[in-house]
């Protein structure tokens, strides 16, 4: 308890001063509680399947902390990075007894060099609109704001909704912001300003501009410039319709929070090497289907060659389906959500190919909307090229999640939809479910069946994958987040 006390002040200076993101497991250890801190080197334990205490950690932090003046805008996973300090040579017990903090800064120059040694631009902060504040929107301004202390230079400007007449209507998305039924109340202080038309959220300030069209609005004039535009409206999805946004003064660039036609899909983790916003100012962060399975799909196809893949998710139900039985333009989703279990197609799979090339025409998918308000399964039924176990793809999953802010892994044999209710993966692993089969015969070509089920948070899972993208598309993303591999 001492140590989580005592790492709790030098955590908060390297977050403040440095913008170096301290996790553990992935789990946050900034701006929680020593008791938390404590609870997530359990996690991190059961995680790695060693054990990874205070003891183990703390010197490694204070590494960390010496070295804080060159790991501006970092992320480091202190967990991951001590389990790989205790299989080192300079790692004697769990004590440290002959483990000195010169060994230690040895360690993390060598584990650390590619974050100690990239340069990091220090420009102005990004500007930043939502265009629209429904369920992603509100967890992405979530998201946001959250960030904005840490120095990340992305600023919630603004907030753009539809024109209508409705009475407190600044009051109710002040409450629905505050107050969530499946991610909880948000953690600080918002109060208003109804003559502006203002939210100040955690001091920051954020304008509500009440628009029914791009062309209407003027950002300029409210201060904002050069800002990136996240329409997750859903209402213009190809080149044409998101360019209206570009016809706005005060906009540079704009995503969608749903799969685009004619922009490019980027799945952070996966094609980030396509965004360059010189050339292209119009991109789609696809949609949270598409990033939970593209990455596992993306190491699968790396490692064993898929054949062909099709993808059955089971998902939480939306806002497009009715409460009860009423009329709706899509078929059976008119039927009550609370109530049935309704088939329904899914994009994911034709998305799949504008992020993973490799794999166009190898790819199936279905979708059942079940009665459940978030996170969903996609089960990932694969033919590759090779002749594997249930062993050697869990073995490689779990290598490749210790090293991944998209693929999360969970191997307990216990995990149900309600425990990734506010997981930052784009999708976690349920290992204990994977079924491998060897199909091919000796002396036949090598081919195995595999089945891999994956959770994904639909909402607070695809927020962070899409807040991931908008830091590569301002320059504002952290060291230490690159590509799944």
Request: neutral net charge; aromatic residues 6%.
């Amino acid at each position: 308890q001492e140590l989580a006390e005592n790492a709790i002040p030098i955590l908060g200076k390297l977050y403040r001063e440095n913008n170096c993101i301290v996790t553990c497991c992935d789990k946050p250890m900034q701006n929680v509680s020593h008791l938390q801190i404590i609870s997530e080197h359990k996690f991190a334990s059961d995680y790695l399947g060693t054990k990874i205490s205070l003891k183990d950690t703390y010197p490694v932090l204070l590494g960390i902390f010496a070295l804080r003046d060159q790991l501006n805008s970092t992320r480091i996973d202190i967990g991951k990075l001590t389990w790989k300090w205790q299989q080192s040579e300079g790692f004697v017990n769990e004590h440290h007894e002959t483990a000195t903090m010169q060994q230690i800064s040895k360690f993390l120059h060598k584990e650390l060099k590619m974050q100690l040694e990239r340069e990091v631009a220090q420009d102005l902060p990004k500007d930043v609109v939502l265009y629209g504040f429904g369920r992603i929107g509100r967890i992405v301004a979530r998201m946001l704001i959250e960030k904005t202390g840490g120095g990340h230079k992305m600023l919630l400007r603004a907030v753009v909704v539809r024109n209508k007449k409705i009475d407190g209507d600044l009051e109710k998305r002040a409450q629905l912001l505050a107050r969530d039924s499946v991610h909880g109340p948000f953690d600080g202080v918002i109060e208003m300003n109804t003559e502006k038309r203002q939210l100040i959220v955690n001091g920051n300030v954020i304008q509500f501009i009440y628009a029914n069209h791009p062309s209407e609005i003027d950002y300029t004039a409210y201060g904002i410039n050069n800002a990136v535009i996240v329409d997750n409206t859903g209402a213009w999805r190809d080149r044409e319709g998101l360019s209206e946004h570009l016809k706005a003064k005060g906009a540079s660039e704009v995503i969608l929070t749903a799969p685009g036609k004619g922009v490019p899909n980027i799945v952070a983790g996966v094609n980030y090497h396509e965004i360059d916003t010189e050339k292209e100012k119009i991109y789609s962060a696809a949609s949270c289907t598409t990033n939970a399975i593209v990455p596992v799909l993306k190491v699968m196809h790396d490692k064993f060659a898929i054949n062909h893949v099709h993808c059955e998710t089971i998902h939480s139900f939306t806002n497009d389906q009715n409460l009860i039985d009423g009329m709706h333009s899509k078929p059976r989703r008119g039927r009550s959500a609370p109530m049935n279990m309704v088939l329904t197609n899914t994009g994911a799979a034709d998305a799949v190919a504008l992020a993973l090339p490799e794999l166009k025409g190898k790819v199936s998918g279905n979708a059942v909307r079940v009665p459940t308000p978030n996170v969903s399964i996609a089960i990932l039924m694969m033919n590759v090229a090779s002749v594997t176990s249930k062993k050697e793809v869990n073995d490689y999953l779990y290598k490749v999640a210790l090293n991944s802010r998209q693929i999360g892994f969970d191997g307990t044999g216990e995990l149900v939809s309600t425990d990734v209710v506010g997981d930052r993966h784009a999708g976690v692993v349920d290992a204990d479910s994977t079924i491998v089969e060897v199909l091919s015969k000796e002396g036949e070509s090598p081919m195995s069946s595999v089945i891999i089920y994956t959770f994904y948070d639909n909402e607070a899972g695809y927020s962070s994958q899409l807040v991931r993208v908008l830091q590569r598309m301002t320059g504002k993303g952290l060291r230490g987040e690159d590509e799944v591999k």
